[in-house]
């Protein structure tokens, strides 16, 4: 079996409102599309959707990257042969883990559909049956976030995370109306995104919403200061969360050698594919910390493969961070995933059991 073509497509995909959190508000989120056929007659596909503040490059330097640089070196090999492509992607350009991840997941799921298995089944196995997700309450006025909280409650949803953007008076609000809306068994968690400046506010923040129960507290500081993650970690009872400092292996080691969190946040669109994830995942089972999986506003396939994921182990927090169905008006399959109840079963199809539908590329292509 060998790599024939590989079509790249950029996508923007209009939302069910806006979404503000700790960087932009908006309503379209821009991705890119990666089709992958082979020459006996097996399709895979794979997306990425890019953001500010995740992402160095935006959605058209990704896709230009993916499409002039990497996928002419991939024509001819094997796509099962993940190990052999990881070191020509890596060679042929270094980092870009979210082009690589989305050329990766379009050849994963080739790969287990060769082997008629679900994607789960090619990384070992599940080891639960359902997997729910975690809402995510934008930067809302305090009575809109706490009737969004009651809405996604009343629906079957179990937790949310709530966005901060570092107006402490204001996030602690904004949480405390959460609660109020989702009730006393409705998980929060909460996420900075770096907004926050000084480890008084983190502790201040912490202390005003210590009534709310708060589930962990997500990436406060800027990515780069781990002393200050790993000093408000020591001074304070609630979980702290890796996310933003976290790319591939060596800056995993050193959240963990800093222990500069309790959890750790993983999505493919960071670490570049499935695999890379998983042996993540088992990094950190050895060490026995909690993970969190999810991208947020990725698509079908991209959340499938992150339900897959998550599914795999049981560190993994039972609601995960994948709702971009939720909140995108469409999807680029033939069959999107509905999740409106906040659950799902673990799909069983070979691959990602979804194919790419055309007309809507057509449709939502730039």
């Not at 895979?44 to 640089?69: C, H, M, Q």
């Not at 094997?78 to 492509?85: A, F, H, S």
């Not at 870009?96 to 990766?104: D, L």
């Not at 006025?141 to 409650?153: T, V």
Request: some cysteine; charged content about 30%.
């Amino acid at each position: 079996m060998k790599i024939s073509t590989i079509d790249v497509y950029k996508i923007d995909m209009p939302m069910r409102g806006f979404f503000r959190n700790a960087r932009h508000n908006h309503n379209v989120q821009e991705g890119v599309v990666v089709h992958v056929k082979t020459n006996n007659g097996l399709d895979g596909i794979g997306d990425i959707e890019p953001s500010e503040g995740y992402t160095k490059l935006n959605r058209n330097e990704i896709a230009e990257t993916v499409e002039k640089k990497l996928s002419p070196v991939l024509i001819g090999e094997d796509p099962r042969n993940l190990r052999k492509i990881s070191y020509i992607l890596d060679s042929t350009i270094d980092g870009f883990w979210e082009g690589k991840s989305a050329i990766t997941l379009a050849l994963s799921d080739i790969h287990a559909k060769s082997l008629e298995v679900s994607l789960s089944g090619l990384l070992g196995g599940s080891v639960v049956k359902d997997v729910f997700f975690n809402a995510w309450i934008g930067v809302l006025s305090n009575y809109d976030a706490s009737i969004e909280a009651k809405k996604f409650k009343e629906n079957g949803w179990i937790a949310c995370k709530v966005k901060l953007n570092g107006e402490v008076e204001r996030d602690i609000e904004r949480v405390l109306s959460v609660r109020e809306g989702g009730g006393k068994d409705f998980e929060i968690r909460v996420d900075a995104n770096e907004s926050y400046k000084s480890i008084q506010d983190a502790q201040n923040f912490i202390k005003e919403v210590s009534s709310a129960e708060v589930r962990l507290f997500e990436q406060p500081f800027d990515r780069k200061n781990l002393a200050l993650l790993a000093e408000l970690r020591r001074s304070v009872d609630v979980p702290i969360m890796a996310d933003e400092c976290i790319t591939d292996y060596r800056s995993l080691l050193e959240v963990i050698k800093h222990e500069a969190a309790d959890i750790v946040k993983l999505k493919i669109l960071k670490q570049g594919s499935v695999f890379k994830v998983r042996e993540m995942i088992s990094m950190l089972e050895e060490v026995g910390m909690e993970i969190v999986i999810g991208h947020g506003f990725g698509l079908t396939p991209m959340t499938i493969a992150e339900i897959h994921l998550a599914s795999t182990s049981k560190n993994v927090l039972s609601a995960i961070e994948s709702v971009g169905p939720y909140k995108m008006v469409d999807d680029i399959v033939n069959l999107p995933i509905e999740i409106d109840s906040g659950k799902i079963a673990v799909p069983n199809s070979p691959g990602l059991g979804v194919s790419i539908d055309m007309d809507k590329i057509e449709k939502f292509r730039v």
